[in-house]
């Protein structure tokens, strides 16, 4: 698989004085990379694009080497989508979805009654952490945000934008103070209080052309205003799947022998192929034979495919 190149970029910034941060991002020939892989109706992508730009947004939280996984699941048009980054920022998303071209529906009847899951697992350990909060909102970035409120009690907003050429978007967060993410001298409760409404007030007016064509500088300014905001340099974003022969070896594996040669009876070869990406993993009779080998399973008679 070919390397995935630098395709997109993440500044974080914060206010001085303040335990206020913000990340924003921008997807460009990544969110094409990704919208490449597979054909989706207009609406669908769009929420694609938004749940991609979150993903970024969210591993930008992550204190430790890793990968955040964002998905849900609901009884709406679009029936599951997973959204996926890395600590280092190798993303990839796909959806599942019954919705026609041209076909319009709102943002209740496009995702459902459901629950949207954040996971983070470390690569280092074990440990892993979920977070789970109904589909509640009118917008993705809503849900997100009442994510933030159940799970990670930190006051957050979000904006997320999407179209055929660029996807991307900004969080917001209000730090406890003391925090290491804050500037020293968070100054007095209500000069806090203000300046975190004034990023608010800034986000909700910045239009989504400019979220996503402008320059970061002005993005930034755009929304922080007068106040003292601390801009730090660009981290790439690329698109990158997981997928590999050894983790789809092991999904076969997991199949079982009886099934693996049932589909191999029924089809001839047995074909794996990742959502993600579309990359085909075909296993034939000898193949499947060296997977099973060290189980020391009883092989069961392959008739024809001897």
């Known amino acids: 698989m070919a390397e995935a190149q630098d395709a997109g970029e993440l500044r974080r910034f914060l206010l001085e004085g303040h335990p206020l941060r913000g990340h924003w991002v921008r997807l460009g020939p990544a969110w094409q990379e990704l919208r490449s892989r597979r054909a989706y109706p207009p609406l669908v992508e769009a929420l694609l694009g938004e749940a991609a730009s979150a993903a970024v947004l969210l591993a930008a939280t992550l204190k ?21 980054c890395t600590d280092d920022f190798r993303l990839r998303a796909v959806a599942h979805h019954d919705l026609a071209d041209g076909e319009a529906v709102d943002f209740d009847e496009l995702v459902g009654a459901g629950n949207l899951v954040v996971t983070v697992q470390s690569d280092t350990s074990a440990a892993s952490y979920q977070g789970i909060v109904p ?5 993705l970035g809503e849900c997100l945000e009442r994510y933030f409120e159940g799970s990670e009690q930190l006051p957050t907003r979000l904006k997320l ?11 917001l967060q209000r730090l406890p103070a003391g925090s290491a993410d804050a500037a020293s001298g968070e100054g007095a409760g209500v000069l806090l209080q203000g ?47 997981r997928c ?44 499947v034979g060296q997977l099973f080998a060290s189980d020391d399973l009883p092989q069961p008679d392959r008739g024809p495919l001897n």
């Open 161 to 171: 934008v999407a179209d055929p050429v660029r996807a991307g978007g900004m969080l």
């Open 195 to 241: 300046a975190w409404e004034d990023l608010q007030g800034g986000l909700a007016a910045i239009a989504p052309e400019t979220l996503l064509a402008a320059p970061a500088e002005e993005v930034v300014r755009s929304v922080a205003g007068e106040h003292d905001c601390r801009l730090f340099g660009a981290t790439p974003v690329s698109f990158a799947c």
């Open 135 to 139: 589909l509640a909102g009118t917008t």
């Open 244 to 287: 590999s022969p050894e983790r789809v070896a092991g999904l076969v594996r997991s199949l079982g022998i009886d099934e693996a040669h049932a589909a191999l009876a029924e089809q001839g070869a047995l074909t794996i192929t990742c959502e993600f990406c579309g990359r085909d993993y075909r296993y034939d009779a000898v193949d």
């Open 64 to 84: 430790f080497a890793g990968t955040l996984t964002m998905q849900f699941a609901g009884s709406g048009r679009v029936r599951l989508l997973v959204a996926q």
